[in-house]
């Protein structure tokens, strides 16, 4: 089986909710890749604050416990990992994907943790580890580039050109152009509940 790593950023409810919904989907269209898979999830720790601690052992790995998943060959670990060691592991192309969530979403940028930034640019500059020039980095036969994904709820779109009140030790705005894909999920009223 193949082992998908996700690399998150800061605390994201959801975040979580999303990694929930894929773990436990019952869409026939996810059955062949999960039954394919093994996961496994790693959470920045998300200094100061340390946000990503509680989102790996509150909102993830007690929820996981909890679980008995239908297919078998999803194994699921999850964990959290020093930032400036999952930045590295980021430059590596080590992960299969990035993912945070934001605070606010604007035209031009996006409002997250303080280092989101330098988290994004790290999986970014995976591309280049990846290939070069002349395509001869022998990891281009291994790793991929990762992912950089933004994921938030409707609520946090932000139309105003000037961005809300931040705290400058605690969020920064980071270029939306930074980001393979920003996902706005649909309301609340057209998701399935997952509980626990």
Known sequence: ARVVRIATYSRSSTLVNILKQLLTSKQPDWQPFLQHIKMEIVCGKSTPGDEGVLMAEQDLQSWLQQQSFQQPGTVVRCTWMEDER???????????????????IMSQTVVNKLHTERMVRAAQSSETVCSNDNGSNSSSSINEPTIVVCCADRWKLWDDIYPPPLEEDVFEEVPRDLFDHVIVPPPLETQESIEG
Do not use: K, N, P, T
Not at 89 to 100: K, M, N, T, W
């Open 86 to 104: 999952l930045e590295q592991e980021l430059q590596a192309s080590r992960f299969d994907v990035l993912l945070v969530g934001a605070d606010s």
